[in-house]
């Protein structure tokens, strides 16, 4: 097995908080990759979901986070809104 980075990929893991990562990685076994980013001084892994073969398959993924995401403040909110105050005597 070679320990080369040979393969593209996009890394969607953090995709809504820093973005679509596009790195150089190598495949560990079918469902996971390791890749070193610039200026890391170790190797990380990405699981399943978390890496892509394709930017359109990157892109597809960040739209499902960002949906279930807004869908999980939508309910907070709606939470929020119908909360009632607490006063707690101690």
Same mark, same amino acid.
């Given at each position: ?8 990929? $996009?890394? /969607? ?13 190598? =495949?560990?076994?079918? %469902? ?18 978390? $890496?892509? /073969? ?13 949906? =279930?995401?807004?869908? %999980? ?18």
């Amino acid at each position: 097995m070679t320990h080369e980075f040979n393969i593209n990929v $996009w890394i /969607t893991k953090y995709a809504l908080t820093t973005g679509i990562i596009e790195v150089k990685a190598r =495949k560990v076994d079918p %469902s996971m990759v390791t890749y070193r980013r610039k200026g890391g001084m170790f190797n990380e892994f990405s699981h399943d979901k978390d $890496w892509h /073969t394709s930017k359109l398959e990157a892109l597809n993924r960040f739209d499902q986070m960002k949906e =279930k995401k807004i869908k %999980s403040l939508q309910k907070q909110i709606e939470t929020l809104k119908t909360k009632l105050p607490k006063i707690i005597i101690d």
